[in-house]
């Protein structure tokens, strides 16, 4: 299987900067999607609203225009005009009805500002109005535009298309709405009553309702387009557009898309069953995403650039970065292979940024550490060889010396020269002890090797010295570095008791020491004492700071220090405390368990 290719640090960066470009990307989408869907139905509230508002006013000036069908029930003079004989009273009763309808009608078209001229058609032909003279031209003309008829009896109605007249030689866009007259009772009727409504009057009101920018008002009847928002009239504006229209007003909530221009709209459409209109406002799809994401535009446009500005310099910066990276890379992975023994440094520039540049002395400085460990693991391999060849040469054939050893204790026995004896046997056992296998052994072991020693010391120093020894019981068992306190009473023979000239004494205690789980061996004379000059040389010795080495070749305090150390860790060790003229005392701590404390005596190195 393939390892999977890691990318570089550059690419990296890119391709989250991009993740970041295209996250930004999708969360103003979603924004604005969101603001698109709001602002379509808020757009569509208005317009039902204004189409609401449309109807209410067409609504009030047709109801107001439609009690005028009844003015021969309200009033007396024109319920006589309308049942009565048309001949009686001749020429002047004429006069006078008509007179009496063109006051009546005046007084009514004063209440409506709409109706601009109403004419009425008697069953017998006679014509009454406000306007006689043109009254009869005015009654063909509106038959001639009749496009819709209610049939519903006595409250039909007719409604004309909307065409150009004249009422007095002046010209109007005129509508008009016809309705026959009733009696109470009766199904013939009694004439029709014409009303011609100012049509350029409701289209100035309708120009006059303030709109939002992209929207649209059509006003449909059953020719087209009677009424449109914008100067030139929409395409398609035929029975095609009507139809369409007529589905969307029949559809829940009036809601739909309708092709004005060329364009699909969004449209609300309310359908004005009293007049045969069609009430529509639209507005085009894509004004939907300029108005509501006006603001959003702005904002992606800065975000979009910000964060390709920010790839742009992130680019640059991963170069800059990660060439000296890539240095590095190249130099380390040479390093790191076993064929290449030449480690070659990296190289450190001023120009780097800081942090290629440390990392850069890390590794050299690293490089430097690992030749210096180089060389010291080469020295000390040489040092083990040679301590190998040392360890050979002491163990020439040790079973000679034992038997040389045994045959000098029997000569010694067979001439009567028992010091002799006591000195080979207890050499035998010394030599047999130290070249016994295993780098350890028990305290036990340890003091019994030391009782052997002394007895030789003493043979050759008789008089000179006495020991005493005091060990707690139950640390008798304890696993100690073996010739552990050998050295450190030969130390006391040789540089304390023997320059001082007279007979001396070394005292040996080994107990539990005061910190819990610790033992304290005491190795104490009172011969001549360490000089100040000497004491500091060997404190520091013990700390490291130099090599010690006993005047006559001997393994040192220090080399017991270290054993220690390095057989019960860095908390153990050897203590040195002197005063010259009065003494010295090596304490060494190791590991213990038990309870208690040694009994401390008067510090005579204190």
């Known amino acids: 299987m393939k390892k999977r290719q890691r990318s570089s640090f550059g690419r990296q960066l890119v391709f989250r900067l991009g993740g970041c470009l295209f996250f930004s990307m999708v969360l103003i989408g979603i924004c604005l999607f969101l603001d698109?869907?709001?602002?379509?139905?808020?757009n569509l509230f208005y317009m039902e609203r204004l189409n609401e508002q449309w109807e209410e006013e067409l609504k009030f000036m047709v109801s107001n225009v439609d009690r005028m069908r009844f003015l021969h029930l309200i009033d007396d003079g024109m319920d006589r005009i309308m049942n009565g004989p048309q001949e009686r009273g001749g020429r002047e009763s004429q006069v006078e009805r008509e007179r009496y309808v063109r006051n009546l009608l005046n007084c009514l078209g004063m209440v409506n500002s709409n109706v601009l001229r109403a004419t009425i058609v008697t069953a017998d032909g006679s014509i009454y109005g406000n306007y006689v003279e043109d009254s009869r031209s005015s009654v063909a003309l509106a038959e001639e535009m009749r496009l819709y008829v209610t049939e519903s009896g006595k409250n039909r109605r007719a409604v004309t298309d909307v065409y150009e007249g004249e009422i007095n030689l002046v010209p109007y866009t005129l509508l008009t709405l016809s309705y026959p007259l009733y009696p109470v009772e009766g199904a013939e009727s009694l004439g029709t009553i014409y009303i011609d409504l100012d049509f350029g009057a409701m289209r100035e009101r309708f120009d006059g309702v303030r709109r939002q920018e992209g929207w649209s008002g059509f006003i449909l009847n059953g020719n087209g387009a009677i009424y449109p928002s914008e100067d030139a009239l929409p395409e398609a504006a035929d029975g095609e557009w009507r139809r369409r229209a007529a589905e969307i007003a029949a559809e829940k909530g009036g809601r739909g898309l309708l092709p004005v221009g060329g364009r699909d709209h969004v449209a609300c459409v309310k359908y004005l069953e009293e007049l045969d209109w069609y009430l529509v406002q639209c507005v085009s799809r894509g004004s939907f995403v300029f108005q509501?994401?006006?603001?959003?535009?702005?904002?992606?446009?800065?975000?979009?650039l910000l964060l390709c500005g920010q790839i742009w310099a992130g680019t640059l910066a991963a170069r800059r970065i990660s060439a000296p990276i890539k240095e590095l890379a190249l130099v380390m992975s040479r390093a790191s292979t076993r064929e290449n023994r030449c480690l070659t440094a990296a190289e450190c520039r001023e120009d780097d940024p800081a942090e290629v540049y440390e990392i850069s002395r890390g590794y050299n400085a690293l490089l430097e550490?690992?030749?210096e460990n180089i060389i010291r693991e080469y020295?000390?391999?040489?040092?083990?060889k040679r301590t190998e060849l040392q360890m050979l040469q002491y163990q020439v054939n040790p079973h000679f010396l034992y038997n040389t050893l045994n045959a000098i204790s029997a000569i010694a026995r067979l001439y009567d020269t028992p010091y002799i004896s006591e000195v080979s046997e207890s050499l035998s056992r010394l030599f047999s002890y130290s070249v016994k296998g295993g780098q350890d052994a028990a305290l036990r072991e340890e003091l019994d090797c030391l009782r052997n020693y002394i007895h030789i010391q003493k043979v050759r120093f008789p008089e000179k010295f006495e020991v005493s020894w005091e060990v707690e019981p139950g640390l008798e068992a304890c696993r100690v570095p073996k010739l552990l306190l050998q050295p450190l009473v030969e130390n006391a023979i040789d540089h304390g008791i023997a320059p001082k000239g007279e007979k001396g004494r070394i005292e040996i205690r080994i107990g539990y020491g005061e910190e819990p789980g610790t033992g304290e061996i005491l190795v104490e004379d009172d011969g001549v004492g360490i000089s100040e000059d000497e004491l500091g040389r060997l404190r520091a010795a013990?700390?490291?700071a130099e090599p010690s080495r006993d005047p006559e070749g001997g393994i040192g305090i220090r080399n017991v220090h270290m054993r220690v150390r390095n057989y019960y860790g860095a908390r153990y060790g050897v203590v040195l405390r002197s005063r010259e003229g009065c003494g010295t005392q090596v304490r060494i701590l190791f590991p213990a368990e038990g309870k208690g404390a040694m009994r401390r005596e008067r510090d005579r190195c204190g």
Not at 379 to 384: D, H, M, R, S, V
């Open 36 to 42: 698109i869907r709001e602002t379509r139905q808020r």
């Open 292 to 304: 509501a994401g006006r603001g959003i535009w702005v904002l992606a446009f800065w975000v979009i």
């Open 369 to 371: 550490r690992i030749e």
């Open 379 to 384: 020295e000390i391999e040489l040092n083990q």
């Open 542 to 544: 013990l700390e490291g």
